[in-house]
């Protein structure tokens, strides 16, 4: 092998080398650069005046129709958190207690708005509420206290007050 040759073998190996170790560690950022949210998990929290010593059971209807169960027989509650449709202007919830016969309507309008991070995430649906009434046959008061709802999880949306049940 002539010197020229030998030379250009040492610059090949050389270049080959250094873009197999940029490859590799390019690897390794593209892997680690994921930046979803640890609590990616829109829910709306609901607190209630006085812990309810009554069994509460909250049903909301899907698009389809049917029903579905969001809170079964919760017992002395103090604090809960719902999640919210994306499909629908209005989601319409139903609580339900033992003590009395009738249910009370909750429905809560709201803007569904898209929000996306990256591929990797999915995309989710935060939401602004709009409006709010409630039937009274055992919610005597609810109060909007944050109209956002998002990721953040750690303040009620909510204050329910519930009529005395002596």
Do not use: W
Not at 33 to 58: A, F, G, M, Q, R
């Amino acid at each position: 092998m002539t010197q020229q040759n030998r030379g250009k073998s040492i610059v090949c190996r050389t270049v080959l080398g250094c873009v197999a170790v940029l490859m590799f560690l390019s690897s390794l950022v593209a892997c680690s650069s994921i930046d979803c949210p640890v609590e990616n998990t829109v829910l709306s929290v609901y607190n209630l005046d006085e812990i309810l010593k009554d069994t509460l059971t909250i049903t909301s209807h899907r698009k389809d129709g049917s029903d579905t169960i969001l809170l079964n027989q919760g017992i002395n509650q103090s604090t809960f958190k719902l999640p919210m449709s994306f499909t629908q202007d209005v989601d319409v919830l139903f609580f339900k207690t033992k003590k009395l016969p009738v249910t009370d309507t909750v429905r809560i309008g709201k803007e569904n708005i898209p929000h996306f991070e990256s591929v990797d995430c999915g995309l989710t649906y935060f939401h602004n509420i709009t409006s709010l009434n409630h039937t009274t046959y055992g919610i005597d008061s609810i109060v909007l206290l944050k109209s956002r709802v998002d990721y953040v999880s750690n303040s009620p949306h909510f204050l329910i007050y519930f009529k005395d049940r002596d």
